[in-house]
């Protein structure tokens, strides 16, 4: 079945560092790929998205672009900020049975910027 | 527009005790879902709905039960609730797919610790 698999951390970065988080998928269709944000205390919200292989999705200063040849869609960032602390999911929704997408999450990495 | 709404914040019962979580979504979204979210273990998907009067079982449908007869409400019920069952747990919506990778809103959450 579809899954995702992403670097669970903790990661702990200092303030303007670069940051990656490795997110790489299985699925027997062709997704659609995410990165969601949890900061401490909220649900989940939105950081971006692409839909086809090659596309870049972005927002905040966070890039990732979706490689169909190594089934992967790392989120990078040139300099983080205290800020950006929070737990990042990858997830993956594809077509199942039915029609509608079946949305898959990642175990999501913990993200810590010191000053 | 208050987006996903979930109460209670937060709740403690006791072992064997029932409870309703709720959950409303004022976006018109077809797509409803229920999550837990576990430290280690991400996102599971409990049950989800794509209608009124449609719903089915996900990843962890056991030890709970759900319905929807409105478009805008979706309750999550314990029916005895046990020490497993004390997580965070997340209420989402969506429009169903027409296209390609409709997003999830999320609400707050509500953590649960059953005693």
């Known amino acids: 079945g579809d899954s995702v698999t992403q670097m669970e951390g903790p990661v702990t970065l200092s303030e303007e560092a670069f940051l990656t988080i490795n997110c790489t998928y299985t699925a027997t269709g062709y997704p659609s790929l995410f990165w969601y944000v949890q900061y401490p205390g909220e649900g989940l919200q939105l950081l971006l998205k692409a839909t086809k292989a090659d596309d870049k999705g972005s927002n905040k200063g966070f890039e990732a672009t979706y490689r169909k040849e190594t089934t992967s869609f790392h989120l990078e960032k040139g300099s983080v900020q205290v800020s950006d602390s929070a737990v990042y999911f990858c997830a993956l929704s594809d077509l199942g049975k039915t029609s509608y997408d079946k949305v898959i999450f990642g175990p999501g990495t913990s993200l810590s910027v010191i000053p | 527009n208050a987006g996903v709404t979930q109460t209670p914040k937060f709740q403690v019962l006791k072992t064997g005790q029932s409870m309703t979580l709720q959950c409303a979504q004022d976006m018109n979204h077809e797509y409803m879902s229920w999550y837990r979210q576990d430290p280690g273990m991400g996102l599971r998907l409990i049950h989800y709905?794509?209608?009124?009067?449609?719903?089915d079982q996900g990843e962890v449908p056991n030890g709970y039960n759900v319905s929807r007869s409105t478009t805008e409400d979706f309750p999550l019920r314990l029916l005895s609730a046990a020490p497993s069952q004390t997580s965070v747990y997340f209420c989402?919506?969506?429009?169903?797919?027409?296209?390609?990778?409709?997003?999830?809103?999320f609400g707050p959450g509500t953590r649960l610790l059953v005693l």
């Open positions: 709905s794509v209608g009124a009067g449609i719903t």
């Open positions: 989402a919506s969506s429009y169903l797919t027409s296209g390609r990778g409709q997003t999830q809103y």
